[in-house]
């Protein structure tokens, strides 16, 4: 199975800062990656989606990058509405797997 | 509108049955894949079975043999049988649409029905 290992696992911030999380595959998983907001209570919601594409009606202040092994998901100035917890996944194989998540709280 | 809608969590005995339903509204369950994805009281996603639109599933190793994933072309839903239900099976459950792609994102998912397995 492909281990998904995001860091940090929460990180405290204001509105207008950049945030940077990062996920690492134990494997190759070319550009399958894809990364979620979920906030209490809610299902998850799709951000971006086979790396970088946004999806449809996402901000553009949300960015993702990477390949490989490597993923980065940054929101370049955090909104109040932003404030939740973010998980990036891979779609290279089966089983498909998440990260353990990144909870971004209000500093 | 496109959504979907699950339906038949509840407490359940360690042992028992439950299925779930997942109503799909706005576009078809058969033509698109699907999954299921569970969530743990305070725990990350758990991927739990897929459906792809050409009728192959998938299943964590977790739940492979115990659950069922099927379709409803009729009546447009999604179903998961899940049998030999563990205390560890406790989560919420949620039904997901893929987006039509190679990579299997969910841009669709459902509200969520919670599982409850208990004595």
């Known amino acids: 199975d492909i281990q998904m290992t995001q860091s940090p696992s929460s990180l405290s911030a204001s509105v207008g800062d950049r945030v940077t999380i990062t996920c690492r595959a134990s494997?190759?998983?070319?550009?399958?990656v894809n990364w979620y907001q979920q906030k209490p209570g809610k299902a998850p919601e799709l951000l971006i989606y086979t790396t970088s594409i946004l999806q449809t009606g996402v901000p553009s202040r949300f960015s993702g990058s990477g390949s490989g092994t490597d993923f980065t998901l940054t929101i370049s100035s955090l909104q109040p509405e932003d404030f939740a917890t973010y998980y990036c996944q891979q779609s290279y194989n089966v089983p498909l797997t998440f990260g353990g998540g990144t909870r971004v709280e209000i500093k | 509108e496109v959504q979907l809608a699950e339906s038949g969590g509840g407490l359940i005995q360690p042992g028992g049955s439950l299925k779930l339903s997942c109503a799909a509204s706005?576009?078809?369950?058969?033509?698109?894949?699907m999954t299921w994805v569970r969530q743990a009281p305070g725990k990350g996603p758990e991927w739990v079975s897929f459906?792809?639109?050409?009728?192959?599933?998938y299943y964590a190793d977790s739940v492979r043999g115990r659950f069922f994933i099927s379709r409803d072309s009729f009546n447009n839903t999604l179903h998961l049988q899940m049998n030999r239900l563990r205390v560890e099976d406790t989560a919420t459950y949620y039904c997901?649409?893929?987006?039509?792609?190679?990579?299997?994102?969910?841009?669709?998912w459902g509200q969520g029905t919670l599982v409850t397995v208990s004595a």
């Open positions: 997901a649409r893929a987006i039509p792609s190679p990579n299997a994102a969910f841009d669709i």
């Open positions: 494997q190759g998983v070319t550009s399958y």
């Open positions: 706005g576009f078809s369950v058969t033509k698109n894949y």
């Open positions: 459906f792809y639109s050409g009728g192959s599933t």
